[in-house]
Every structure is written in structure tokens, then in C-alpha cells.
T-cell receptor, first 115, second 113 residues
Framework: KAGVTQTPRYLIKTRGQQVTLSCSPI?????VSWYQQTPGQGLQFLFE???????NKGNFPGRFSGRQFSNSRSEMNVSTLELGDSALYLC??????????????FGEGSRLTVL | GQQVMQIPQYQHVQEGEDFTTYCNSS?????IQWYKQRPGGHPVFLIQ???SGEVKKQKRLTFQFGEAKKNSSLHITATQTTDVGTYFC?????????????WGLGTSLAVNP
């Protein structure tokens, strides 16, 4: 079956702009988690959605937001982009809440560059 | 705060040598998962450990979960160039209303052929 699909794969924005990233989970998966990855900082958790509800949130400013639709597809939005937002944004889907008895399936990521 | 410390941050070995990465949590974990991320790739699930003192093996990889469920290790015997990548642990804290998946910062493994 198809894996986790993230779009776009690459994008370049300028400071002050906003960006929306999309994630289509594996069919049947109800949980979608978002992570920011920068060199040396590992995977920084942004938020997790399950059945259209935000279940958990990391320590990111309010400029970072997300949502999940009834078909489990998820989007995350970053407003007023800063240079430090340049990163690989990874989406992961799972059958149950992340960390439960089931693995996370990651997408290839969306690489955002802010100039 | 709740965190998972992963050491070492980097490890450079000769092909054929063994490699171990450790994760230590300040809080008791419900379970722990391990992932591998190849350079330029995305994290891929390796295994999940749930029971206190659990040991699981996957070919040359041995995973352990401590008796107190606060630490875990991944040991690779006789490394190969295909083992190159970053290994992450992710521990689940699930106590009352506090449910979080806490990630280690990863151990990057380089293997000299």
C-alpha cells in the first residue's frame, strides 16, 4: 500500500511569508504527527492529530499550527517565517496514537529553506 | 523536564567493529522504540520494547530495555557499511494525563570500510 506522502518536497520562502505543508497518511491510519528536524537537533515534536483532534503539542510558538481533515490528511502552517524555520519537516502516521503498540511511518519530508 | 538522553552523539568505527548507543530517561517509560535514519532519508522503525528487562535481536542488532524501564540500548555486532545512519530512540511516557513520546537526539554512526 502507498506510504506517507508529503508535499511539497522542497520549497523556498522568504522571511515574513507563510507556508502550508501537506501530509497524506497511510490508508487507515488515524494519527498524524509532525516533526521539525535540523542538524544536531534531532526530531523536535510539533504536534499530533488523531481523528481530527490535536492530542499533543510540542514547545513551538503559535506561528506553527496544524489541522487534520476527516480523511486523516493533515496540514501544518507556519506563519511569519523566520530564518531559523529552515528545516526538514517530517510527517509520521500510525494506526494508533504515536508511541502506542505500533510503529510510526514517516514520509520523505518537506525541506523548507527560508531566505 | 522529561527528556531522553542518547549517547554518544557520534560514533566512528571500522567495519567489523561493534557499536552501541544508549538511551537514558529521567522518567519511567511505558515502552521504547528505535528508528534508523539513513543519510538523506527518513526515520524507519526498527523495533519496540515493552517489557522490563526485554531483549530482542534482529540479525546483528540487539536491543535491550532496562529493568527499571528507564534506559535502553542498541548494540550492533560487526558493523557493516550498510549500518551507516542515525539511530534514534523514542520513549513513551504515559502516566495519567501525561502522554508524550520523547525522542533522543540520535547517534550518528559512520563506518569506515
Amino acid at each position: 500500500k502507498a506510504g506517507v506522502t508529503q508535499t511539497p518536497r522542497y520549497l523556498i520562502k522568504t522571511r515574513g511569508q507563510q507556508v502550508t505543508l501537506s501530509c497524506s497518511p497511510i490508508s487507515g491510519h488515524r494519527s498524524v504527527s509532525w516533526y521539525q528536524q535540523t542538524p544536531g537537533q534531532g526530531l523536535q515534536f510539533l504536534f499530533e492529530y488523531f481523528s481530527e483532534t490535536q492530542r499533543n503539542k510540542g514547545n513551538f510558538p503559535g506561528r506553527f499550527s496544524g489541522r487534520q481533515f476527516s480523511n486523516s490528511r493533515s496540514e501544518m502552517n507556519v506563519s511569519t517565517l523566520e530564518l531559523g524555520d529552515s528545516a526538514l519537516y517530517l510527517c509520521a502516521s500510525s494506526l494508533v496514537l504515536a508511541g502506542g503498540h505500533g510503529e510510526l511511518f514517516f514520509g520523505e519530508g518537506s525541506r523548507l529553506t527560508v531566505l | 523536564g522529561q527528556q531522553v538522553m542518547q549517547i554518544p552523539q557520534y560514533q566512528h568505527v571500522q567495519e567489523g567493529e561493534d557499536f552501541t548507543t544508549y538511551c537514558n530517561s529521567s522518567t519511567t517509560l511505558s515502552n521504547i522504540q528505535w528508528y534508523k535514519q539513513r543519510p538523506g532519508g527518513h526515520p524507519v522503525f526498527l523495533i519496540q520494547l515493552v517489557k522490563s528487562g526485554e531483549v530482542k535481536k534482529q540479525k546483528r542488532l540487539t536491543f535491550q530495555f532496562g529493568e527499571a524501564k528507564k534506559n535502553s540500548s542498541l548494540h550492533i555486532t560487526a558493523t557493516q557499511t550498510t549500518d551507516v545512519g542515525t539511530y534514534f530512540c523514542a520513549g513513551l511516557i504515559n502516566a495519567g494525563n501525561n502522554r508524550k513520546l520523547i525522542w533522543g537526539l540520535g547517534t550518528s554512526l559512520a563506518v569506515n570500510p
